[in-house]
């Protein structure tokens, strides 16, 4: 800090300001499924990497703005969060690593896209137990041809 009391000439410098270690860390975040559907569990994983060994230290998650929790690397450097609460449209999701002794900060972000889950089928129709279909036919002289037909058939498949 440099400065003086008088307001005049008050004034603050940083120089080389470094968080975490002077090695860059690179962080990628994925989803266990993407596109998802509202009320459906998804997993986050947050990767941090670097090229002297494993980061160590925390990871912060985050949707939008919304911090969802803070977890620490494992020994391969990664974190997972998993989450349900998740609501229809699309999430800038956002993972923030703190650094540690060896690494600076970084981030990684990813789109999640949560959609609408898909409408039940419909239920199948009911089929009579048995219904009789009559054709009555023409001919020469008005002889008429019944046909009578069971659709027991169709209730043995449906069963």
Known sequence: FSGSTGAANNYHEIRDLTVGGAQTSTTTLTSSHNPSVVGAAVTFTCT????????????????????????????SGQA???????????????CEYSGDATYGVSTGTMTQVVNQPAPAP?????????STLLLMGGGLGGAGIWLRYQWSRLKRRKQ
Do not use: K
């Open 48 to 75: 941090v990497s670097g090229s002297l060994g494993t980061p160590t230290g925390t990871v912060e998650i985050f949707d939008g703005a919304t911090s969802l929790g803070t977890r620490t690397l494992n020994a």
């Open 80 to 94: 997972t969060l998993t989450t349900s609460a998740l609501t229809l449209g699309s999430h800038l999701m956002r």
């Open 122 to 130: 419909p239920a199948p129709a009911e089929v009579p137990e048995a």
